[in-house]
C-alpha cells in the first residue's frame, strides 16, 4: 500500500513547463544573444564533440547572466572552448564553417572523442561482471559489496554537466551503457547475498518516472533481499530540477516510494551531486530536501574540484556548512576523473589537497564527514591525505578509501611529490621503491 508524504500546494512555487535545449537549440537561448560572436560560435563547436543539454530552470534561476562567462553554473552547464584540444577544435571548426552534412559532424565528433578515453577506470572491462554464462549488460560491480545499476529509462539527465565523467553514455548508442531488465537485475541480487548496496545511476535516474523505478526498487522489500541495507541513488535533480519531488505529477508517488523502502528497513541514501553553493539558493530546492528528508532518506552531497568553477576553499567551506544546516551530510570531494574535458577542468594534486585542507579547517566536526580529494581510479578510491616531508624526501602521502581488494583499504603509501601530476597515474613509489604495494596485483586482475 503506497504511503502519502504531504506536499505543499504546487502554486506555491508556479513550475514552469520544463524546456530543454540541446546543441541544435543552442541559438534558441535569448541569453546567448548578449555573448561575442567568436564565444557563441566556440560553444556550438565544442557542443558537436561533448553532450549539451540545458533547461529553462538552469538558465533562469541558477544562472547569473550578469557574470557569464565566469558564472559558476554556467562553467558548468555551457560548453567552452578549453574542453577541447586545439587540434581537435580547429578540426571541428573548420568543418562547421563550410558545407558540411550531418554524417560528417557525427563522424568527425566520433573520431574525436575516441581520444578522450571515454569509459575510464575499468568501466567496460574490470567492472563488468559475469552472470548465468554472460557479461551482465548496465550493471558494474567493482566492490564487494555495492552493486551499480545503470537503468535504462535513466540514461540522460535534467541538464548535462560540462565536466561530466559519464559523458559517453549521452552521445550515441555505441558508447552506452544500460540494462532495462529489473529480473535480471533481481536475479544477480537474489544471488550475491555479499552486496549490500545498491546504487542507481546514469545519467540520473530521476528522470525515469516513478512507475519505471518502482519496478526496480519495489522488490527490494522483499526477504530474499534482507542483505540488500542500502539504496543509493546518484543525482542531480535537487538542484538541476527541484521540481521532480515539489510540483511533477508524480512527485508524490516518488516520495511514497522512498518512504515504503525507509519503512520496510531500508537506508535510502540520495548522492547528490552539488558543485557550487549557487546551486542552492532557490526556494524549491531547499523544499525537495524538506521533503526528502520527511520521508526518512539521507541526502549525501558530492562533487568534484573543477577550475574555472569551485576552487574558492571558502565556497567550499560555506556551502559545507549550509549542506549541514539543512539537514545534507557532507560526503566527498572529488578530483576530476581522467576522461572527457578533464584538460580544462584539471588542477596539480598538490592544489587539490591545499584547497581541500583550506576548506576542511573552516568547518565544526559535524561537517568534517566530508572525505578527499579522492580519485575514483583503476585500482579504487584514493585519497591525499597530505604533502609532507619523511627522511628528507617530500612525499604525497595516500591510501585507499575504497578498493578492489578490500585488503587495501586505510593502508597507507606513498608518492614522490610531482608538483605536476595530476592523476593517480602520473605518479611515482617514493623512498626508492619500483612499485606501489598494489600495483602488481592490480595489474594481474
Known amino acids: 500500500m503506497q504511503q502519502s508524504v504531504q506536499l505543499q500546494p504546487a502554486e506555491a512555487y508556479q513550475p514552469p513547463r520544463f524546456t530543454v535545449y ?39 534561476e541558477l544562472i547569473d547572466w550578469d557574470k557569464v562567462p565566469n558564472d559558476p553554473v554556467f562553467q558548468l552547464t555551457f560548453p567552452q572552448r578549453g574542453m577541447l584540444d586545439d ?18 559532424v557525427f563522424e568527425l565528433a566520433t573520431k574525436l572523442r575516441q581520444k578522450l578515453n571515454p569509459h575510464p577506470a575499468g568501466q567496460m572491462d574490470k567492472n563488468v561482471p559475469s552472470f548465468e554464462g554472460e557479461n551482465v549488460a548496465g550493471v558494474q560491480h567493482k566492490y564487494k559489496e555495492t ?31 544500460n540494462n532495462n531488465d529489473e529480473e535480471l537485475l533481481h536475479r544477480y541480487l537474489e544471488e550475491h547475498t555479499e552486496v549490500t548496496d545498491l546504487l542507481m545511476t546514469g545519467g540520473d535516474p530521476m528522470v525515469m518516472r516513478t512507475v519505471k523505478l518502482r519496478k526496480y526498487l519495489e522488490a527490494l522489500k522483499e526477504p530474499r533481499f534482507d542483505h540488500i541495507r542500502t539504496i543509493r541513488i546518484g543525482t542531480k535533480s535537487l538542484t538541476f530540477w527541484p521540481f521532480r519531488y515539489v510540483t511533477d505529477p508524480d512527485a508524490e508517488d516518488l516520495l511514497a516510494l522512498i518512504k515504503e523502502l525507509v519503512d520496510a528497513g531500508k ?15 532557490t526556494d524549491v530546492a531547499k523544499e525537495a530536501i524538506k521533503l526528502i528528508r520527511k520521508t526518512g532518506a539521507q541526502i549525501r552531497t558530492q562533487a568534484p574540484l573543477l577550475n574555472h568553477l569551485n576552487t574558492d576553499p571558502n565556497m567550499w567551506a560555506e556551502m559545507w556548512k549550509e549542506q549541514t544546516q539543512m539537514g545534507m551530510i557532507p ?73 578492489r581488494n ?40
Open 331 to 403: 560526503y566527498y570531494m572529488f578530483i576530476e576523473r581522467d576522461t572527457g574535458a578533464k584538460r580544462y577542468f584539471e588542477l596539480p594534486l598538490h592544489k587539490t589537497w591545499e584547497i581541500f585542507k583550506d576548506a576542511y579547517k573552516q568547518v565544526s566536526g559535524v561537517s568534517r564527514t566530508v572525505r578527499g580529494p579522492s580519485m575514483s581510479a583503476g585500482p579504487g578510491k584514493v585519497e591525499i591525505s597530505g604533502v609532507t616531508e619523511i627522511a628528507g624526501e617530500k612525499v604525497f602521502a595516500l591510501r585507499f578509501i575504497q578498493a
Open 147 to 177: 552493486v551499480l545499476f545503470f537503468p535504462a529509462q535513466g540514461q540522460y539527465c535534467h541538464s548535462y554537466c560540462t565536466f561530466c565523467f559519464r559523458w559517453a553514455q549521452f552521445v550515441g548508442k555505441a558508447t552506452r551503457f
Open 22 to 60: 540541446q546543441h541544435r537549440q543552442i541559438d534558441k537561448i535569448e541569453q546567448l544573444d548578449k555573448l561575442p560572436e567568436h564565444l557563441r560560435f566556440q560553444m556550438k563547436v565544442v557542443a558537436n564533440v561533448f553532450p549539451f543539454r540545458v533547461n529553462n530552470y538552469v538558465i533562469d
Open 267 to 281: 537506508h535510502v541514501s540520495f548522492m547528490a551531486h552539488v558543485n557550487h553553493k549557487q546551486e542552492l539558493r
Open 87 to 104: 587540434e581537435s577544435y580547429d578540426e571541428m571548426a573548420a568543418l562547421l564553417k563550410r558545407d558540411h552534412t550531418p554524417e560528417e
Open 406 to 445: 578490500p585488503e587495501w583499504v586505510q593502508r597507507p603509501f606513498f608518492a614522490k611529490f610531482d608538483e605536476n601530476a595530476h592523476w593517480l597515474d602520473d605518479l611515482k613509489p617514493a623512498f626508492g621503491e619500483e612499485k606501489f604495494f598494489w600495483q602488481e596485483e592490480y595489474e594481474a586482475m
